[in-house]
């Protein structure tokens, strides 16, 4: 009986551990300020999810932004390097993947959060409390700085 108590209490705390966002750690979040009337903000940061995992997706207040985005920089398609740099555009994608143990950067001119249709700018020192979706993981609310250049 013994063993078949600390069996279930073994499986019990097994089955606590899996999910959940323990495993997802962010650092470095912070988002630019932003001129006036401008209606997208960006934020950055560094993600790392202990088992892997994707970001898919994001939320805000609606009295920050209408909706929150993934985005990444690509080349345009047809552009070339030869003329020293292929031409970039801004696209939404459906998921950062987030493989075990490496952080994935959300920086300028990479992927990044983006806030769309900003009800106001974004004014230095502003706290602005951003909601990050994942694929296995609890969603992860973080608390981003909107500052004028990374920290």
């Not at 952080?103 to 990044?112: K, R």
């Amino acid at each position: 009986m013994r063993r078949l108590i600390l069996l279930l209490t073994a499986l019990a705390l097994a089955v606590a551990g899996c999910g959940g966002g323990d495993d997802i750690s962010i650092d470095g979040e912070w988002a630019r300020n932003s001129p006036k009337n401008v209606k997208m903000g960006a934020a950055y940061m560094n993600i790392t999810s202990a088992d892997g995992d994707a970001l898919v997706g994001g939320s805000v207040d609606a009295s920050i932004a209408e909706r929150v985005e993934i985005h990444a920089m690509m080349p345009v398609e047809g552009s070339s390097e030869e003329e020293g740099m292929a031409m970039m555009e801004m696209v939404e994608i459906p998921r950062l993947e987030l493989p075990a143990g490496e952080a994935a950067v959300l920086e300028p001119g990479g992927y990044h959060v983006m806030f769309i249709n900003i009800a106001e700018p974004f004014e230095i020192g502003q706290k602005i409390d951003l909601t990050l979706q994942f694929e296995k993981a609890d969603d992860v609310t973080v608390e981003i700085e909107v500052m004028e250049e990374a920290p």
